[in-house]
């Protein structure tokens, strides 16, 4: 495990002094629900993408490919949003 | 002209007035405030500054003290020297950024106008605003008159600012008794202020560094105790930078301020301890009882926080009874604050001091010299019999 800083070491008044340290930080471990995707169903218009408060849409070619379910709450937005009904919402455990 | 030869100018200024002129001789580059009795004419005053093209300053005018309170986080965390002021409930309001504004580190400073907290609702003074929030990572200092309010206001900018402290800090001064009262105060050339305060030298601001980061994350169980700790140990480096900060405007000003003020108290039997406006009154009583042969004696507490404990150990520690005068309740507790800390400063002297508390003047209810010659007699009594029949009393209640 990694050792833990002292008061001493870190950057005062909390702050985080890299930028973009948010992708180091797993929030996948947050979901109940998780997104599948309807390959079949999708048309890519990467709706879910605009939506997806976590940056969690994979797009690869301009194509929905995936998620990002190391990052992904499971928040439900982009199953929500989607025209086409092509990302259900599973419970974890029954996936 | 000062003795130090810095060439001031004695004016009749109320308290708000005093602490107007004050910020506008700092020129802070924001000011976020919401009007509340008794502070309103403090920045109303301070407005006309800003309309008047007198400073620079950014003056937000927000919907509220919470907004107010956090705009100046934002401000201060961008890099501003950033000035504020409330009083009471706009106090309460500003509550939990209170918290905020101190654990980022940013050295804001805020003039609290004394003002009961509601209910029943008043606008008078007591100190049951600042003193709710002596646990919130601020430094609080109480003025006695309005040259004080100008004084430790300037002294409290720097010592927030220095580096190794870089807390936020409050300078209190009783509503209407204070703020609306006119005193002479004696004000320095604006150049003397500048120079004095210096340019304003953020630890982080976010608009002026290059590098991007984030301010204000979260913060679990992992290292909320260890900025808590960081914390603690700027609380622990502000006793040296106010006596540096004090040191550096007595120069200037010739004026001394320590973290308390002892008056005819060396030999006193008797020591009654005061904050703000009061201490005038009850320094007053001490020349009275000292006409008629009673060792009395009175300490001015100027800073509360960080509590100077070892000086009030020292400065007490000699007296048969102390008398502690606090302008709060704390309800359940057993004494109010200034009672309460000020017992625990004595616990390690040898000859420790009785200690009673006399709780007076809430919602401004009126406390002259006759009340504290009351709580003088009772404290005579307890040094001369060795018995408290009371801890806790009340001044002035029907």
Known sequence: MEKKKGWKEIPLGGLITEAGNAAEYETGSWRTFKPVLDQEACNNCLICWIFCPDTSIVVEDEEMVGFDYVHCKGCGICAAECPKKAIEMVLEQEE | ????????????????????????????????????????????????????????????????????????????????????????????????VLYIAASLRLPITMAVVNRALSGPINIHCDHSDSMGARDAGWMQMYAENPQ???????????????????LPAMVMYDG????????????????????????????????LDEKPFTVGPLDFHDYYFEHKRQEIEGTEHAPAALAEAAAEYAKISGRH??????????????????????????????????????????????????????????????????????????????????????????????????????????????????????????????????????????????
């Open chain 2, 148 to 166: 004080e309010a100008y004084d430790l206001w300037l002294i409290a900018i720097k010592a927030a600012e220095n580096h190794d402290v870089l």
């Open chain 2, 1 to 96: 002209m000062a003795k130090t030869g810095v060439k001031t100018v004695k004016v009749p200024l109320a308290g708000n007035d005093a602490a107007a002129h004050a910020m506008k001789q700092v020129n802070p580059d924001v000011v976020a405030a919401y009007p509340i009795t008794p502070q309103t004419e403090l920045m109303q005053a301070f407005a006309q500054f800003v309309a008047d093209g007198e400073v620079d300053t950014e003056l937000i005018t927000t919907e509220s003290e919470h907004s107010a309170m956090s705009a100046c986080v934002g401000a201060a965390a961008a890099g501003a020297r950033t000035m504020t002021a409330t009083s009471a409930n706009g106090f309460a309001l500003m509550w939990e």
């Open chain 2, 176 to 207: 209407f008794i204070i703020s609306h009262t006119m005193e002479v105060v004696e004000i320095l050339p604006d150049e003397a202020v500048k120079e004095y305060v210096g340019p304003y030298k953020p630890a982080y601001a976010m608009l």
């Open chain 2, 257 to 398: 301020y320590g973290p308390l003020e002892s008056y005819r108290a060396d030999d006193a039997d008797v020591v009654m301890v005061a904050l703000g406006s009061t201490a005038g009154t009850a320094r007053y009583v001490v020349d009275v009882l000292r006409e008629q042969g009673k060792a009395a004696g009175l300490m001015k507490l100027r800073t509360f926080r960080p509590f100077p404990n070892a000086e009030v150990a020292g400065a007490l520690g000699n007296a048969k009874c102390v008398v502690v005068c606090d302008r709060v309740a704390s309800f359940g507790a057993f004494g109010s604050p200034t009672f309460m800390e000020v017992r625990s400063a004595l616990y390690e002297v040898p000859e420790r001091p009785l200690v009673i508390n006399y709780v007076y003047g809430l919602g401004g209810r009126d406390t002259g010299p006759d009340l504290l010659e009351q709580a003088f007699a009772e404290g005579f009594r307890v040094a001369e019999t060795g018995e408290i029949k009371q801890h806790v009393g009340y001044l002035g209640v029907r």
